[in-house]
């Protein structure tokens, strides 16, 4: 069993930035991919980043303005969203994959006003 909590999220104007943590708990393997999606109101959920021993993957969308790390001591892992647009306005949810094997987090809003 894996738990994934978030953190983080909130209200911002647009430019500004935050920082989400997604903390992980269980039977937690260096060699999984952690990862950001997000869901907007009426969308399907996206990609924004995922982050394994070997690099990182963005969204396009997202692409020179987030960055994805990870501490594997603290089983944690960070996504700094700089520049932030109305559009990033969305629930960002945590994804931990060890194939098979897929837990997801249970959200944070992220609210970006213009």
């Known amino acids: 069993q894996v738990r994934l909590v978030e953190s983080g999220g909130g209200l911002v104007q647009a430019g500004g930035s935050l920082r989400l943590s997604c903390a992980a708990s269980g039977s937690i393997f260096s060699s999984s991919t952690m990862g950001w999606y997000r869901q907007a109101p009426g969308k399907q959920r996206e990609l924004v980043a995922t982050?394994?021993?070997?690099?990182?993957n963005y969204g396009d969308s997202v692409k020179g303005r987030f960055t994805i790390s990870r501490d594997n001591a603290k089983n944690t892992v960070y996504l700094q969203m700089n520049s932030l647009k109305p559009e990033d306005t969305a629930v960002y949810y945590c994804?931990?994959?060890?194939?098979?094997?897929?837990?997801w987090g249970q959200g944070t809003q992220v609210t970006v006003s213009s």
């Open positions: 994804k931990y994959v060890n194939w098979p094997i897929v837990y």
């Open positions: 982050i394994t021993s070997g690099g990182s």
